[in-house]
């Protein structure tokens, strides 16, 4: 006796080139609402930075990927907009060392890469903090006047990669002067080693 002559299983079953429109748009959906999770906990976008240089070594690497967070949204103890600077740490720690590792636009720019080094100390406007320094950071000044940003053109932040010699806003050719808080674009707060390789990738291959 013959089976059944009706359709078979395989004719209900959309065409290959649907099935796979379908997939891209389900894989599509799920990376877009796995972003928006992750900007409603953070309130930064976005949320993630893939880190290009090591001068965040061995804390941050190269190549790892950084959660972001907006530094006001859970700010530690002693912060000052949010920010947690080593100086006011008194056993606050971010990636083993005191202090909050800031994502800031240098010099204000938001045609620049933004840098990820950590808070050192809070400056005032026209302030001389050459007493407050770590003179091994100074790239060899010996007083105020041999620093730049010193005075302070401006109240602000003073940084530093962990695995750098010298501040951020000292030096020949300053990084970046004193960070205003408005500068600073978030904390970081978590990172996933190498997983930023693939966003390098992708920028250096577009």
């Known amino acids: 006796m013959s089976g059944d002559d ?3 299983s395989s004719d209900d079953e959309p065409p290959q080139f649907v099935q ?3 997939d891209i748009v389900g894989s599509a959906g799920a990376v877009i609402l796995v972003g928006l999770l992750l900007f ?7 949320p993630l930075v893939a880190i290009e240089s090591p001068s965040m070594d061995p804390q941050i690497e190269k190549g790892d990927l950084v959660f972001v967070m907006e530094e006001e949204r859970f700010a530690g ?3 000052r907009d949010g920010v947690v600077t080593a100086a006011d740490a008194d056993g606050y720690r971010k990636f083993q060392r005191p ?5 800031f636009q240098p010099d204000g720019s938001d045609r620049r890469t933004p840098i990820i080094h950590r808070a050192m100390f809070y400056v005032e406007e026209g302030e001389n903090w050459y007493s407050r ?3 091994d950071h ?7 006047d041999e620093l730049a940003n010193c005075p302070a053109p401006h109240a602000g932040f003073i940084t530093k990669g962990d695995n750098n010699n010298q501040y951020d806003q000292v030096g020949s050719s300053p990084i970046s002067e004193p960070v205003e808080p408005e500068w600073v674009i978030g904390t970081a ?4 080693p190498l997983l930023g390789e693939i966003r390098l990738g992708w920028n250096q291959a577009s």
């Open 6 to 8: 009706g359709p078979s």
């Open 20 to 22: 796979y429109g379908l």
């Open 40 to 46: 409603t906990v953070s309130g930064v976008w976005p």
């Open 77 to 79: 103890p002693n912060e």
């Open 99 to 103: 202090g909050d590792v800031i994502v």
């Open 133 to 135: 320094t770590d003179p």
């Open 138 to 144: 100074l790239g060899g000044a010996d007083n105020c």
């Open 189 to 192: 707060e978590y990172r996933v």
